[in-house]
């Protein structure tokens, strides 16, 4: 079978390709071929008809899907050729349709786009005439009338248009002719006719030859036998009141409905003209078992279910008989129209995988291709698309039910990071029936969100002297993106602390945000400083954020109490003093000054006697290192006392000094107040120069703080014209000529020293400190004035304090003191 019809293809191959051709129909592109063409046939040229470059099909991945499920046809994208992939049946396609048409869809990626091709099969002559039966037979009376029809079997043909069958033919014979008879839809049927009477006694059987022959070219036939027995007597036939009965049935219908009526008569009396029905002998089975005959009233009735989308039209042959000797017989038609209901719901087919979608993509970006089908028809099958409310996609609509997805509105990855888009496919049936489908959605990151520190600005808080290369502190970004544009590295910008550049006192770890010192802080030296660290995403562009991290040095108890009166650098941690037997109980005999470099309670300083030659002589005041007599100088005390002066600060661990106070008891001391008034009640070069050094100091001090206070007025003035606010700082005062420098005056106290301190200069910086000090001797007006950051020699110092104390034979030295800003 299958070589024979390999020759009938290669017979009628050159009279189809006169059918290879093209046309563009509403943008759409139709070839027509005949059907049975060998794999590998050119249909058409699609870079050509379509317009694209074979590279272009090639980069953009070309393919072609069949709506029909077989995959008959494939591109050979090196030449942009359409191609016959697989054997083309168009009787097994299309069945006895006229009209045999296969939809593709030509699927581009890159962007997506579809276009829709058509290819017509066309039918050739690969089938002959067929019976459903090789022998037909016949019993005819022998009263039968010259003239009489018989109906015979039609043949039938899976070709169509001129290829079906279009003639018959019958072997030569005397009594019996052909004759054609039109029945619906055009088609001819063979009767056959009596043209003589016949003579049973004669002849009591006849065999004919039916051949069918088809239109093709060159013609096929089909042959029956037909087997003829002349029969006596009943001479009449059962007449049907219609030759075709016409009904029309939904396919819902249920089992047991009634389908049609149909009625005979017969003009024979008995059982000559009794008559009984059923269906034809041809009849397939498919047919019986949908529908069941009354035998005798001829009610037919359904008995399976019908499908619309299966087979849309049924036509039954129904036969009358008589009960006569011989049967007669005669034949009707019953055509039964199904009608459509709607009970199939609409799909949604995804003609392309959906892409992922940029979260910057332009709005009607294509995602997704599909389209929808319904095995309805009419209004059952008329189908429309809705997307759920607050998606930011769309659908648009292509042609012939295809669709593209695309995006409508703006799209942020950080809010949703994939949509399950879920599509409403709705007939228009009566009720309309409706399916849903869901698609997938990627978006994928763009680096749109810098990276967000947990903290605007953090405080670190510093104890010095720590290790070097110890962590400080971790500061911690987090980027809303993903992958790369989340990858966050770390890095200190660039400012200068005290003039020299941060990076010299800390560095950061650039993956974790971890910052650790280069070496020991001293908070003497430096008490706060800032770094400015930027976090950057490792997307492109790079975005990036910053912080400020202030670290603020906290003071150790590092430095001990330094004496500053008695001075003990010439002689040691001795220092020598006289007092006169008449002194009474609290006698003032000298003061210990000291001071503490450190800040806060490390630098809170306490005074005790830690030895003495005689305890219950002298004490020493806890926090003014006043030593006073406890008690009157009696005769029997030694002329010669030793104390020893421990000086404690009140920091953790305790650090202290001591100094030694050798006292010398002598008669005829006077007092020193009273020296000392006369003293100044005499005019002398000393009290000059004393006097002078007041003046100087408290006209500086006054003069400072003059100029100072009517600096900030001014400036507040004009700064609160523009901005209203008052600072002193570059950003907001640029006519100010130091704008980072600041001038601070505040009265001070260091235990028994009382001082008032002018500060200047950056507040980051070392700042200069001018001091007026008092006399360590608090009975006393005395006081100078130290230089800033700058060592003093304290022998001018004393040398004002030896004017005014009761014997100039005590000796200082000079001592280096130096005070940083607190």
Same mark, same amino acid.
């Given at each position: 079978m299958t070589k024979r019809m390999d020759q009938r293809v290669k017979r009628w191959l050159p009279i189809w390709c006169c059918f290879l051709l093209w046309r563009t129909t509403r943008g759409q592109t139709r070839y027509s071929i005949p059907e049975e063409l060998k794999p590998g046939y050119v249909v058409g040229n699609l870079a050509k008809d379509l317009a694209l470059g074979l590279t272009e099909m090639y980069d953009r991945k070309l393919r072609v899907a069949s709506e029909a499920g077989e995959q008959y046809f494939s591109v050979d994208v090196g030449k942009g050729e359409l191609l016959v992939n697989d054997r083309i049946d168009r009787e097994a396609l299309c069945g006895q349709s006229t009209r045999c048409v296969l939809p593709l869809q030509v699927v581009l990626e890159n962007p997506l786009s579809l276009h829709r091709i058509e290819v017509e099969i066309k039918d050739i002559n690969d089938h002959s005439p067929r019976f459903n039966t090789e022998e037909l037979s016949l019993k005819i009376a022998e009263s039968a009338a010259v003239g009489t029809r018989?109906?015979?079997?039609?043949?039938?043909?899976?070709? !169509?248009?001129?290829?079906?069958?279009?003639?018959?033919?019958?072997?030569?014979?005397?009594?019996?002719?052909?004759?054609?008879?039109?029945?619906?839809?055009?088609?001819?049927?063979?009767?056959?006719?009596?043209?003589?009477?016949?003579?049973? =006694?004669?002849?009591? !059987?006849?065999q004919l030859t039916l051949t069918a022959l088809d239109g093709g070219n060159p013609v096929?036939?089909?042959?029956?036998?037909?087997?003829?027995?002349?029969?006596?007597?009943?001479?009449?036939?059962?007449?049907?009141?219609? /030759?075709?009965?016409?009904?029309?049935?939904?396919?819902?219908?249920?089992?047991?409905?009634?389908?049609?009526?149909?009625?005979?008569? *017969?003009?024979? #009396?008995?059982?000559? @003209? =009794?008559?009984?029905? /059923?269906?034809?002998?041809?009849?397939?089975?498919?047919?019986?078992s949908l529908f069941e005959i009354n035998s005798s009233t001829g009610e037919i009735r359904l008995r399976g279910d019908l499908d619309y989308e299966k087979e849309t039209t049924y036509k039954v042959e129904v036969t009358a008989k008589d009960k006569g000797a011989p049967v007669m017989e005669s034949h009707c038609r019953l055509q039964v129209d199904v009608i459509d209901v709607n009970d199939n719901a609409p799909e949604i087919i995804l003609t392309s995988e959906p892409q992922p979608v940029r979260e910057d993509a332009p709005s009607g970006s294509v995602v997704a291709l599909l389209n929808t089908r319904d095995a309805d028809s009419g209004n059952n099958s008329r189908v429309t698309l809705q997307l759920r409310k607050g998606s930011p996609f769309s659908l648009k609509a292509s042609f012939s039910n295809n669709y593209a997805l695309v995006t409508s509105g703006p799209l942020d990855r950080e809010r949703f990071s994939e949509y399950n888009i879920e599509i409403t496919a709705t007939d228009s049936g009566s009720p309309p029936l409706s399916s849903k489908k869901t698609i997938p959605v990627t978006v994928t990151? %763009?680096?749109?969100?810098?990276? +967000?520190?947990?903290?605007?600005?953090?405080?670190?808080?510093?104890?010095?002297?720590?290790?070097?290369?110890?962590?400080?502190?971790?500061?911690?970004?987090?980027? $809303?993106?993903?992958?790369?544009?989340?990858?966050?590295?770390?890095?200190?910008?660039?400012?200068?602390?005290?003039?020299?550049? !941060?990076?010299?006192?800390?560095?950061?770890?650039?993956?974790?945000?971890?910052?650790?010192?280069?070496?020991?802080f001293d908070y003497e030296k430096l008490k706060v400083f800032e770094i400015q660290v930027q976090a950057k995403d490792q997307g492109s562009p790079s975005l990036s954020s910053n912080t400020t991290v202030h670290v603020f040095i906290l003071d150790q108890n590092d430095n001990a109490p330094s004496v500053i009166y008695p001075s003990s650098a010439a002689l040691g941690s001795l220092s020598h003093q006289r007092m006169p037997r008449s002194a009474k109980a609290g006698h003032l005999v000298t003061k210990v000054t000291a001071v503490d470099a450190d800040?806060?309670?490390?630098?809170?300083?306490?005074?005790?006697?830690?030895?003495?030659?005689?305890? /219950? $002589?002298?004490? +020493?005041?806890?926090?003014? @290192?006043? %030593?006073?007599?406890?008690?009157?100088?009696?005769?029997?005390? *030694?002329?010669?006392?030793?104390? $020893?002066?421990?000086?404690?600060? *009140?920091?953790?661990? +305790?650090?202290?000094?001591t100094v030694t106070v050798s006292i010398l008891l002598e008669d005829g001391?006077? #007092?020193?107040?009273?020296?000392?008034?006369?003293?100044?009640?005499?005019?002398?070069?000393?009290?000059?120069?004393?006097?002078?050094?007041?003046?100087?100091?408290?006209?500086?001090?006054?003069?400072?703080?003059?100029?100072?206070?009517?600096?900030?007025?001014?400036?507040c003035m004009r700064s609160s014209r523009s901005s209203g606010a008052c600072c002193m700082r570059r950003s907001d005062c640029e006519d100010y000529k130091n704008p980072n420098r600041n001038l601070q005056i505040q009265l001070n106290t260091d235990g028994p020293i009382k001082y008032v301190e002018v500060l200047g200069g950056d507040m980051m910086s070392q700042s200069q400190s001018f001091r007026s000090c008092m006399s360590p001797m608090s009975e006393y007006s005395d006081f100078t004035l130290i230089k800033p950051s700058s060592t003093t020699d304290f022998k001018e110092v004393i040398s004002v304090l030896d004017a005014s104390l009761p014997d100039s034979t005590w000796t200082f030295e000079s001592q280096q003191v130096s005070r940083k800003q607190i």
């Open positions: 018989f109906s015979l079997e039609s043949a039938e043909d899976s070709d !169509v248009g001129r290829n079906d069958v279009k003639s018959y033919t019958l072997t030569k014979n005397e009594c019996f002719t052909l004759k054609m008879r039109e029945v619906e839809d055009g088609k001819m049927v063979p009767d056959l006719v009596l043209e003589k009477p016949l003579d049973r =006694e004669k002849a009591a !059987v006849y096929m036939s089909g042959t029956a036998q037909i087997l003829i027995t002349v029969l006596d007597n009943n001479d009449n036939f059962p007449v049907f009141d219609k /030759s075709i009965y016409r009904v029309s049935l939904t396919e819902n219908s249920p089992r047991d409905t009634f389908v049609d009526k149909v009625k005979a008569t *017969d003009a024979d #009396e008995g059982p000559n @003209g =009794e008559v009984e029905f /059923s269906f034809g002998s041809r009849t397939p089975a498919s047919i019986l990151d %763009v680096n749109d969100n810098p990276p +967000v520190f947990s903290q605007s600005s953090y405080n670190v808080y510093l104890k010095e002297n720590g290790v070097a290369g110890s962590i400080l502190f971790s500061v911690s970004a987090s980027d $809303l993106d993903s992958g790369e544009n989340a990858k966050i590295s770390y890095s200190i910008l660039d400012s200068k602390v005290q003039e020299v550049s !941060v990076s010299s006192y800390v560095y950061i770890n650039s993956d974790n945000g971890s910052i650790y010192s280069m070496h020991s800040s806060g309670h490390n630098a809170w300083i306490s005074y005790k006697v830690a030895e003495a030659t005689d305890a /219950s $002589l002298f004490t +020493v005041n806890q926090y003014t @290192g006043e %030593v006073r007599t406890k008690r009157s100088v009696s005769e029997h005390d *030694d002329s010669s006392q030793r104390l $020893l002066i421990e000086i404690r600060d *009140d920091g953790e661990p +305790v650090q202290s000094a001391l006077h #007092e020193p107040i009273l020296d000392l008034r006369h003293k100044v009640s005499e005019p002398s070069k000393k009290s000059d120069r004393l006097a002078l050094y007041l003046i100087l100091s408290l006209a500086s001090v006054s003069v400072l703080s003059l100029v100072t206070l009517l600096i900030l007025a001014v400036k």
